[in-house]
C-alpha cells in the first residue's frame, strides 16, 4: 500500500477530519471534552461563586463562555454535516433517536447561551468583563424591557440545557456501568466493535 495512503492495513483511517459511520474523528472526540470541562468549570465556578461571592469569579465564567462559542458552532455544524457513527451494540431505537436529539439540542444550546447571556448583560448595562481586564463590547444599548426577555430566554435555556446534559450524562454511565459497552471507549477515541 502507498506510504501517504490514507488507509491502514487493517482498513481503518489513520486520522479522520470528519465523523463517520464507523467512529468519531480525533477533532469531535477532543472538542466534545474540552467543551465538557468548560461547561463542568462553569457550574462550578457558578457554584461557588452562590456559595460565596468572592469564590468563582465571574471573569472566568464569561471567559469559558466565550471559549465554548466557537468551539461550539464548529460542533453543531459538523454534527449536522457528518454522518453519525453507528451506535455500539444493540441499542434501544427510541434511546438512539433521543440520545442523537439530546446531542444536537446541547451542541446548538452551547451555540445559542452565550448569544443570550450577551444580549442580556449588553440590554442590561452591564459590562462583560474577561480575565486580564479585557471588555466584551456591548451590543445593544441600555433597555430594561429587552434585558427582562433576554433574562428570560437565557434562564430557560440554562434550565433545558441543565436537563439536556443531566440525560446525557445519564445515557453515558448507563453505557457504561449497565450495559457495559464500549461507547466510553467510542468517545476516547479507541477503536471499538460495533
Not at 463542568?40 to 469559558?64: C, E, Q, T
Request: proline share 7%.
Amino acid at each position: 500500500m502507498p506510504q501517504n495512503s490514507p488507509i491502514e492495513s487493517h482498513g481503518h483511517p489513520r486520522f479522520k477530519i470528519r465523523d463517520n459511520g464507523l467512529g468519531f474523528s480525533p477533532i469531535t472526540i477532543a472538542l466534545h471534552w474540552i467543551v465538557a470541562t468548560l461547561v463542568l468549570s462553569i457550574i462550578v465556578l457558578k457554584m461557588l461563586h452562590s456559595i460565596d461571592p468572592a469564590w468563582g469569579s465571574p471573569r472566568y465564567v464569561n471567559l469559558f463562555g466565550t471559549l465554548s462559542f466557537p468551539l461550539s458552532i464548529y460542533r453543531f455544524w459538523a454534527r449536522i454535516t457528518s454522518w453519525h457513527p453507528l451506535p455500539v451494540g444493540m441499542p434501544n431505537p427510541v434511546e438512539v433517536i433521543v440520545s442523537r436529539s439530546v446531542a444536537v439540542a446541547l451542541a446548538l444550546a452551547m451555540m445559542l447561551l452565550p448569544i443570550a447571556a450577551w444580549l442580556a448583560k449588553s440590554s442590561a448595562g452591564q459590562r462583560i468583563e474577561l480575565p486580564g481586564e479585557i471588555l466584551v463590547p456591548s451590543i445593544l444599548s441600555v433597555h430594561s424591557g429587552a434585558a427582562h426577555v433576554f433574562n428570560t430566554l437565557f434562564d430557560i435555556g440554562a434550565g433545558a440545557f441543565v436537563c439536556g446534559l443531566a440525560l446525557h450524562l445519564f445515557g453515558a454511565l448507563k453505557n457504561h456501568f449497565v450495559l457495559k459497552n464500549d461507547s466510553l471507549k467510542q468517545m476516547l477515541g479507541k477503536h471499538v466493535e460495533l
